[in-house]
């Protein structure tokens, strides 16, 4: 079993910046995983929002988040960041860290794909 925790989310005005964190632990886990974010604004459903590959090697965004959110993972700490600049109203919602177990057929955009979650952090952003 693998345990996800995310922390960083909060309150910020419109062009701010947050950076999110997600702590993994488990027996298991390994830089081997893959790992995505995900979020749920209310009454909307789960979105793809950024994923990367294990060790790093690659990286997918939303496109509406291109050249604001950075994923990266610092597999030393076990743990995936996600830094958000330039945000927008339009970027609330709850996000949620995800991690699939080492093997193929990973659809980074997909959220069938992932095998473990966290409990999700909320980001809200002001006018």
């Known amino acids: 079993q693998v345990q996800l925790v995310e922390s960083g989310g909060g309150l910020v005005q419109a062009g701010g910046s947050l950076r999110l964190s997600c702590t993994a632990s488990g027996r298991t886990f390994s830089s081997h995983y893959t790992m995505g974010w995900f979020r749920q604004a209310p009454g909307k459903e789960r979105e793809f929002v950024a994923a990367?590959?294990?060790?790093?090697?690659?990286?997918y965004y939303k496109d509406s988040v291109k050249g604001r959110f950075i994923i990266s993972r610092d597999d030393a700490k076990n743990t995936l960041y996600l830094q958000m600049n330039n945000m927008d109203p339009l970027d609330t919602a709850m996000y949620y860290c995800?991690?699939?177990?080492?093997?193929?057929?990973?659809?980074?955009?997909?959220?069938?794909?992932?095998?473990?979650w966290g409990q999700g952090t909320q980001v809200t952003v002001s006018p």
């Open positions: 990367i590959g294990w060790a790093g090697r690659t990286t």
């Open positions: 995800a991690a699939r177990s080492p093997r193929t057929g990973w659809n980074p955009v997909s959220d069938q794909s992932y095998d473990y």
